[in-house]
């Protein structure tokens, strides 16, 4: 199910609340609970990858395996097929003595373009699922939320979940553990 | 998942169970040595010649597994890996099979004279046989031959011994005494496995050269070594380690078959792609011979499954974490390392030197001595280290 | 009782030598010293970034700029009046503009070895030096750029290597290796300057956040492209990063290996032989982890770093350099011996000559350097002192450079027509194009580490036992134990 992006929901007053933790373990556990309570329009934010928290927080695997495989195989086939094609068709010459057609040749070339539409499929191919850049966002608006990147974690839950409560919302986010909730506002 | 207290084994619980299938292992080995006897005598008997061509090919194929092994047990400990510690024993069981070979290569020696030119009267009136024939003779050839033997024997003995040691003592000493020697340990394996490949198969054709061929043979022992080791964990998962050998495991001895074997087609790849390229008729006519007749088939085969077939296989991740695939990869890999084998030896010696049963009975003498052997082995002590001291980590190892 | 404590180790660890000479077969040791906080990581890598230029820096940027300058002139000259002003003659064509060439590729390579193969490995210790590592592949692959680029001769119809349709109907050879160099070198740079922006787009966002220069902030932001930590993004980017190793790891086997095929697909004895491919691609790694090695010694303490870059890191490059080195040492043994088992004259004469023949002092200098000199890391003691590290990563790299030039010109200054011999002396031209590349390196690695997070501190914090939402602080082992 793909969420729709922030800027494409309704206006709100504000954004939602940003719960903040103070370690990797009550930031799993919490992670844990709330993708049990039900949400569905929210996020973790860490400042480096913590192990198992996809599971954690229920996310489906990235496509991006498929993404790169079907690139390279793309970058594979043309790279052979320009040579095959050069070579073969358009200006056939005899170099070394050897036929027109020579597979042998061909595989250096061949697989560094692989290589390299696989590597632009993996790039581009994660900035696009990541819908970035996306240079503002909501969550700037929070001071505290700098530490994000830094060494704090936190938890957002958008106010346009249809579990989202300001208060109720709020009070499960405290029972979580986290050292401060703040409510962020949207514009 | 990973943060319960430390798990230790106890040697009873990793030791094979009476019912388990691979107990069988070694009364499997000698019903097989006898069968393979038998077809040997009955077909071989008139021609001898291909029966030591038959009986070079099984020995390289069950050696390079052996010697596989040996240079997975000390790699682990030069690198002081944490992930493969369940896993080590079976690579020191199959290592310890190793002085076999040594009884295993007097056929060898006996058909010296029909597997090597330069073993024949007619090579002292050839210049280029007089030329090597300091290196390519019979007494030096058979010295260098006992020493690989001797070496690997002492190495392999040494390693599989000192570990079973920790067992009863937990000692980290000696994890450390193993992890100090292991580099020296590889460099000497690693020059008497090339010259071993040089003067058992290389040799085959005198004539010719290649400066990459230890490596190339190298690449062929590894990648069905690992083959071997997703069989062997697989097997153990049903059964005693179920718990101790875990998906985790499997998946990464997935990803090092997949590894080794995109590194054998690049080696593989460039050693061709080089002679093809220059195009010198002392280095091509090698592959001419396996580009011709009913070896052409084979060439075209081995380009495609030893290498496309088990790349797109091996690639996905469900794969190798799914025992009956990765089973299936896994006996193909060991299959086409052992066609590998067959057209590195068999055009060398010559057209003619092919004969099914033959090589059948030859596959399953040498394998069944092996097989015995390492059976034996596998039953008579834990299937695990279990003092090592890097136990805990191994058990633990998530790949999520 | 020989259990071991758990797959996380909380354990300080002081003193940094006798903690890696204590050689532990038992425990992983601490990776980064002092157990700091996640915060501290940060702040002790966006330190240096953040104070006022120090008067060691201008002392290195300002000659390398200058030695770029000399770069500057040297090429220019060089296109205006030709090829000529370097030492080429028949039968050396080639000399130290691909020696150059290659020397520079292969320094590139450890950085992807750091960056991709070690992640595969599942090597943490990486992560103290990959950044660093990997910006020094990037300069190096734009110094190696430099000499296929110029030394073609005709440089303004340069063009001509790729594959643009034309109003001549004529296409490159792509059955050419110098032709594969082209595509490998160029995908290898394009690949290793994305993986390295993959990398940084965090570690831009933490100084983003923490900057209080407006100007910086900018900068920073911009090319942070609004990166907020976000855990379903780093799912993508997770997945991106391994496939992005994956990726470069046969890519870096690959580029080196066509590199290789330059000499190796020739029919000229020293150069048309099997092993070249994984041959280079082992000098390559051997001359990469010397010049990380160098580049470490100077940052780590001119930075302050010597918490994050410890005494193990240098311990397990200098296992490397070892394995590598070992590795040059067979392949220069076999190539040896199947020369003399060859019985071809021409590979003989070809192998004596180097040995004995007129480039004997370089062929000796390059033996001494890669096989000798990398020995000494057999001892612990000098795998973890600074000063034989560093000594011996500066001889690695004189060898490695010489293994090139030893390839190159022993072979085409004696071949096969006796009448054509002849001997290579370099130029000014050829020195000044040398030292000028180091000029360009040098420059983009000072710009480099007054700029950019030298570290790569989101996966350092990411290795910390800490950092395990598993972890359970151990109490700390009692130390009788063992």
Same mark, same amino acid.
């Given at each position: 199910?793909?969420?729709?992006?922030?800027?494409?929901?309704?206006?709100?007053?504000?954004?939602?609340?940003?719960?903040?933790?103070?370690?990797?373990?009550?930031?799993?556990?919490?992670?844990?609970?709330?993708?049990?309570?039900?949400?569905?329009?929210?996020?973790?934010?860490?400042?480096?990858?913590?192990?198992?928290?996809?599971?954690?927080?229920?996310?489906?695997?990235?496509?991006?395996?498929?993404?790169?495989?079907?690139?390279?195989?793309?970058?594979?086939?043309?790279?052979?097929?320009?040579?095959?094609?050069?070579?073969?068709?358009?200006?056939?010459?005899?170099?070394?003595?050897?036929?027109?057609?020579?597979?042998?040749?061909?595989?250096?070339?061949?697989?560094?373009?692989?290589?390299?539409?696989?590597?632009?499929?993996?790039?581009?191919?994660?900035?696009?699922?990541?819908?970035?850049?996306?240079?503002?966002?909501?969550?700037?608006?929070?001071?505290?939320?700098?530490?994000?990147?830094?060494?704090?974690?936190?938890?957002?839950?958008?106010?346009?979940?249809?579990?989202?409560?300001?208060?109720?919302?709020?009070?499960?986010?405290?029972?979580?553990?986290?050292?401060?909730?703040?409510?962020?506002?949207?514009? | 998942?990973?943060?319960?207290?430390?798990?230790?084994?106890?040697?009873?619980?990793?030791?094979?169970?009476?019912?388990?299938?691979?107990?069988?292992?070694?009364?499997?080995?000698?019903?097989?040595?006898?069968?393979?006897?038998?077809?040997?005598?009955?077909?071989?008997?008139?021609?001898?010649?291909?029966?030591?061509?038959?009986?070079?090919?099984?020995?390289?194929?069950?050696?390079?597994?052996?010697?596989?092994?040996?240079?997975?047990?000390?790699?682990?400990?030069?690198?002081?890996?944490?992930?493969?510690?369940?896993?080590?024993?079976?690579?020191?069981?199959?290592?310890?099979?190793?002085?076999?070979?040594?009884?295993?290569?007097?056929?060898?020696?006996?058909?010296?004279?029909?597997?090597?030119?330069?073993?024949?009267?007619?090579?002292?009136?050839?210049?280029?046989?007089?030329?090597?024939?300091?290196?390519?003779?019979?007494?030096?050839?058979?010295?260098?031959?006992?020493?690989?033997?001797? =070496?690997?024997?002492?190495?392999?003995?040494?390693?599989?011994?000192?570990?079973?040691?920790?067992?009863?003592?937990?000692?980290?000493?000696?994890?450390?005494?193993?992890?100090?020697?292991?580099?020296?340990?590889?460099?000497?394996?690693?020059?008497?496995?090339?010259?071993?490949?040089?003067?058992?198969?290389?040799?085959?054709?005198?004539?010719?050269?290649?400066?990459?061929?230890?490596?190339?043979?190298?690449?062929?022992?590894?990648?069905?070594?690992?083959?071997?080791?997703?069989?062997?964990?697989?097997?153990?998962?049903?059964?005693?380690?179920?718990?101790?050998?875990?998906?985790?495991?499997?998946?990464?001895? $997935?990803?090092?078959?997949?590894?080794?074997?995109?590194?054998?087609?690049?080696?593989?790849?460039?050693?061709?792609?080089?002679?093809? /390229?220059?195009?010198?008729?002392?280095?091509?006519?090698?592959?001419?011979?396996?580009?011709?007749?009913?070896?052409?088939?084979?060439?075209?085969?081995?380009?495609?499954?030893?290498?496309?077939?088990?790349?797109?296989?091996?690639?996905?991740?469900?794969?190798?974490?799914?025992?009956?695939?990765?089973?299936?990869?896994?006996?193909?890999?060991?299959?086409?390392?052992?066609?590998?084998?067959?057209?590195?030896?068999?055009?060398?010696?010559?057209?003619?030197?092919?004969?099914?049963?033959?090589?059948?009975?030859?596959?399953?003498?040498?394998?069944?001595?092996?097989?015995?052997?390492?059976?034996?082995?596998?039953?008579?002590?834990?299937?695990?280290?279990?003092?090592?001291?890097?136990?805990?980590?191994?058990?633990?190892?998530?790949?999520? | 009782?020989?259990?071991?404590?758990?797959?996380?180790?909380?354990?300080?660890?002081?003193?940094?030598?006798?903690?890696?000479?204590?050689?532990?077969?038992?425990?992983?040791?601490?990776?980064?010293?002092?157990?700091?906080?996640?915060?501290?990581?940060?702040?002790?890598?966006?330190?240096?970034?953040?104070?006022?230029?120090?008067?060691?820096?201008?002392?290195?940027?300002?000659?390398?700029?200058?030695?770029? $300058?000399?770069?500057?002139?040297?090429?220019?000259?060089?296109?205006?009046?030709?090829?000529?002003?370097?030492?080429?003659?028949?039968?050396?064509?080639?000399?130290?503009?691909?020696?150059?060439? =290659?020397?520079?590729?292969?320094?590139?390579?450890?950085?992807?070895?750091?960056?991709?193969?070690?992640?595969?490995?599942?090597?943490?210790?990486?992560?103290?030096?990959?950044?660093?590592?990997?910006?020094?592949?990037?300069?190096?692959?734009?110094?190696?750029?430099?000499?296929?680029?110029?030394? =073609?001769?005709?440089?303004?119809?340069?063009?001509?290597?790729?594959?643009?349709?034309?109003?001549?109907?004529?296409?490159?050879?792509?059955?050419?290796?110098?032709?594969?160099?082209?595509?490998?070198?160029?995908?290898?740079?394009?690949?290793?300057?994305?993986?390295?922006?993959?990398?940084?787009?965090?570690?831009?966002?933490?100084?983003?956040?923490?900057?209080?220069?407006?100007?910086?902030?900018?900068?920073?932001?911009?090319?942070?492209?609004?990166?907020?930590?976000?855990?379903?993004?780093?799912?993508? /980017?997770?997945?991106?990063?391994?496939?992005?190793?994956?990726?470069?790891?046969?890519?870096?086997?690959?580029?080196?290996?066509?590199?290789?095929?330059?000499?190796?697909?020739?029919?000229?004895?020293?150069?048309?032989?099997?092993?070249?491919?994984?041959?280079?691609?082992?000098?390559?790694?051997?001359?990469?982890?010397?010049?990380?090695?160098?580049?470490?010694?100077?940052?780590?303490?001119?930075?302050?770093?010597?918490?994050?870059?410890?005494?193990?890191?240098?311990?397990?490059?200098?296992?490397?350099?070892?394995?590598?080195?070992?590795?040059?040492?067979?392949?220069?043994?076999?190539?040896?011996?199947?020369?003399?088992?060859?019985?071809?004259?021409?590979?003989?004469?070809?192998?004596?000559?180097?040995?004995?023949?007129?480039?004997?002092?370089?062929?000796?200098?390059?033996?001494?350097?890669?096989?000798?000199?990398?020995?000494?890391?057999?001892?612990?003691?000098?795998?973890?002192?600074?000063?034989?590290?560093?000594?011996?990563?500066?001889?690695?790299?004189?060898?490695?450079?010489?293994?090139?030039?030893?390839?190159?010109?022993?072979?085409?200054?004696?071949?096969?027509?006796?009448?054509?011999?002849?001997?290579?002396?370099?130029?000014?031209?050829?020195?000044?194009?040398?030292?000028?590349?180091?000029?360009?390196?040098?420059?983009?690695?000072?710009?480099?580490?007054?700029?950019?997070?030298?570290?790569?501190?989101?996966?350092?914090?990411?290795?910390?036992?800490?950092?395990?939402?598993?972890?359970?602080?151990?109490?700390?082992?009692?130390?009788?134990?063992?």
């Amino acid at each position: 199910m793909r969420l729709p992006m922030t800027a494409e929901l309704p206006a709100g007053a504000h954004y939602g609340l940003l719960a903040e933790f103070d370690t990797t373990k009550e930031l799993y556990h919490a992670c844990e609970k709330v993708r049990d309570a039900g949400y569905t329009r929210w996020d973790a934010h860490t400042p480096f990858p913590v192990h198992g928290l996809d599971r954690a927080m229920g996310l489906k695997r990235s496509p991006m395996p498929f993404i790169v495989l079907v690139m390279a195989l793309l970058g594979g086939a043309g790279g052979f097929g320009l040579q095959y094609w050069v070579h073969s068709v358009e200006y056939p010459l005899t170099i070394s003595g050897k036929p027109h057609f020579t597979w042998p040749a061909f595989v250096p070339i061949t697989f560094e373009l692989a290589v390299l539409f696989g590597a632009l499929g993996a790039v581009f191919g994660m900035f696009a699922l990541n819908q970035l850049p996306m240079h503002w966002h909501p969550l700037f608006f929070s001071e505290r939320f700098e530490r994000a990147t830094n060494d704090l974690f936190f938890i957002s839950i958008e106010s346009w979940d249809p579990k989202f409560d300001p208060v109720a919302t709020r009070r499960f986010l405290e029972g979580l553990g986290a050292r401060q909730v703040e409510l962020v506002q949207s514009s | 998942m990973s943060h319960q207290a430390p798990r230790t084994l106890t040697a009873e619980s990793v030791m094979l169970p009476e019912g388990h299938r691979l107990r069988r292992l070694p009364m499997l080995g000698a019903a097989a040595t006898i069968v393979g006897i038998g077809l040997l005598t009955v077909f071989g008997a008139a021609h001898p010649a291909k029966v030591y061509a038959a009986w070079l090919v099984a020995f390289l194929f069950f050696l390079s597994l052996a010697l596989g092994a040996l240079y997975f047990v000390l790699i682990h400990y030069a690198v002081q890996a944490g992930w493969s510690v369940v896993l080590r024993r079976l690579g020191e069981n199959l290592a310890s099979t190793l002085p076999v070979f040594a009884l295993l290569f007097v056929p060898v020696l006996l058909g010296m004279g029909d597997l090597f030119p330069w073993a024949r009267p007619e090579a002292a009136g050839d210049h280029l046989m007089q030329w090597k024939a300091p290196f390519l003779n019979r007494n030096f050839f058979l010295l260098r031959a006992a020493i690989y033997l001797v =070496v690997w024997s002492a190495l392999a003995l040494g390693y599989a011994r000192a570990s079973r040691a920790q067992d009863a003592t937990g000692d980290v000493g000696i994890s450390k005494r193993l992890r100090r020697f292991a580099g020296p340990a590889i460099l000497i394996l690693a020059i008497t496995q090339t010259f071993a490949a040089i003067d058992w198969v290389m040799s085959l054709s005198p004539r010719w050269y290649s400066t990459v061929f230890g490596v190339y043979f190298f690449a062929g022992c590894y990648v069905s070594w690992f083959a071997l080791l997703a069989l062997l964990a697989t097997a153990l998962r049903r059964g005693p380690l179920k718990d101790v050998i875990t998906v985790e495991h499997l998946h990464d001895v $997935g990803r090092l078959v997949f590894a080794f074997v995109c590194f054998w087609a690049y080696i593989a790849f460039s050693q061709y792609f080089l002679i093809w /390229y220059g195009n010198l008729p002392e280095e091509t006519f090698w592959y001419h011979l396996r580009l011709q007749g009913r070896w052409q088939a084979l060439s075209a085969f081995l380009a495609v499954g030893h290498f496309v077939i088990p790349f797109f296989f091996l690639m996905g991740r469900t794969v190798k974490r799914r025992g009956p695939w990765l089973t299936i990869g896994a006996i193909w890999v060991l299959t086409v390392h052992f066609l590998d084998i067959t057209w590195l030896v068999l055009p060398s010696i010559g057209q003619g030197y092919f004969s099914s049963a033959i090589l059948a009975g030859a596959v399953l003498a040498v394998g069944g001595i092996v097989t015995m052997v390492f059976g034996r082995r596998l039953a008579g002590r834990p299937l695990v280290p279990i003092r090592d001291p890097r136990l805990a980590e191994s058990l633990a190892l998530d790949n999520a | 009782m020989g259990g071991s404590t758990g797959p996380e180790v909380d354990e300080v660890l002081t003193d940094t030598s006798q903690a890696v000479l204590e050689n532990p077969a038992d425990r992983r040791p601490e990776l980064i010293l002092s157990s700091p906080s996640f915060g501290a990581i940060t702040d002790a890598v966006a330190e240096p970034l953040e104070r006022k230029t120090p008067l060691g820096w201008w002392l290195c940027f300002l000659p390398a700029l200058g030695l770029l $300058g000399l770069l500057g002139i040297a090429v220019s000259w060089l296109f205006w009046e030709g090829i000529g002003i370097w030492g080429l003659n028949v039968p050396v064509g080639w000399a130290w503009d691909i020696t150059n060439f =290659v020397f520079w590729v292969g320094i590139g390579h450890a950085g992807t070895l750091i960056s991709a193969i070690l992640f595969l490995l599942r090597q943490r210790w990486r992560t103290s030096i990959n950044r660093a590592a990997e910006a020094m592949t990037i300069f190096a692959v734009m110094c190696a750029l430099i000499f296929p680029g110029i030394h =073609v001769g005709r440089v303004w119809v340069a063009y001509w290597m790729f594959p643009l349709p034309n109003q001549m109907g004529t296409w490159p050879n792509f059955r050419s290796p110098l032709l594969w160099d082209v595509f490998a070198v160029s995908v290898y740079g394009t690949v290793s300057a994305l993986f390295w922006f993959v990398g940084l787009v965090p570690d831009l966002a933490t100084m983003r956040d923490r900057t209080k220069s407006k100007i910086a902030k900018l900068a920073y932001g911009i090319l942070a492209l609004g990166w907020r930590g976000s855990n379903r993004h780093w799912q993508h /980017y997770e997945a991106a990063y391994l496939l992005l190793a994956a990726l470069a790891t046969p890519l870096v086997l690959s580029v080196h290996s066509i590199v290789s095929m330059d000499f190796a697909v020739s029919q000229l004895p020293g150069w048309h032989t099997t092993i070249f491919p994984p041959y280079f691609v082992a000098g390559a790694i051997f001359s990469g982890f010397a010049m990380v090695v160098t580049l470490m010694v100077i940052c780590r303490s001119a930075f302050r770093l010597e918490k994050i870059i410890t005494l193990r890191h240098f311990d397990y490059m200098a296992k490397v350099i070892l394995l590598t080195g070992c590795m040059v040492g067979y392949a220069y043994s076999l190539e040896f011996f199947t020369a003399w088992y060859s019985g071809n004259p021409y590979e003989i004469f070809t192998f004596t000559n180097r040995a004995l023949g007129p480039y004997a002092w370089a062929y000796w200098t390059m033996v001494s350097c890669n096989v000798l000199s990398p020995q000494i890391f057999w001892f612990a003691r000098a795998r973890t002192n600074i000063k034989v590290l560093f000594g011996v990563s500066i001889l690695v790299n004189i060898g490695m450079w010489f293994e090139r030039f030893v390839i190159i010109v022993t072979s085409l200054h004696r071949g096969f027509l006796p009448s054509s011999w002849g001997y290579f002396r370099p130029t000014i031209w050829d020195v000044s194009c040398l030292l000028g590349s180091f000029g360009l390196f040098f420059t983009m690695f000072c710009l480099f580490v007054r700029f950019v997070p030298m570290v790569a501190t989101a996966e350092v914090k990411g290795v910390l036992p800490q950092a395990n939402p598993h972890h359970e602080p151990q109490a700390r082992a009692a130390a009788g134990a063992h």
